[in-house]
């Protein structure tokens, strides 16, 4: 069993930046495939960004230049500037023993979100 902690979540104005992160609490194996997902008001959860255990990381098409996702063993951050009102929602650390995408269906392992607002 995996156990995820967020934390970074906060209010911001719109332009500003968060710094999100999120660690197992009982899993000492630095072989994690690991990602953030977010829902906003009126949509699916969604991929926000993700990271194999190799570097090897992957972007939703809303994170791509603004987002930045990184990890040190298996402490998994994400990094975000620039951001809009529409970025506003909860964002979950997932993660998987193997890395066999970054579909919502790929995780098995949830944290329990944490929230980023956004105001104008």
């Known amino acids: 069993q995996v156990e995820l902690l967020e934390s970074g979540g906060d209010s911001v104005q719109a332009g500003g930046s968060l710094r999100l992160s999120c660690a197992p609490s009982?899993?000492?194996?630095?072989?994690?495939?690991m990602a953030w997902f977010r829902r906003v008001p009126g949509k699916e959860r969604e991929v926000v960004a993700g990271?194999?255990?190799?570097?090897r990381s992957h972007y939703g098409d809303d994170a791509k230049g603004r987002f930045t996702v990184s990890r040190a063993g298996n402490t998994l951050s994400l990094e975000m500037h620039n951001l809009k009102p529409e970025d506003s929602g909860m964002y979950y650390c997932?993660?998987?023993?193997?890395?066999?995408?970054?579909?919502?269906?790929?995780?098995?392992?949830w944290g329990q979100g944490t929230r980023v607002t956004v105001s104008s």
């Open positions: 990271i194999d255990s190799t570097g």
């Open positions: 997932a993660a998987e023993v193997t890395c066999y995408g970054y579909a919502e269906r790929d995780f098995g392992y």
């Open positions: 009982s899993y000492s194996y630095n072989t994690l495939c």
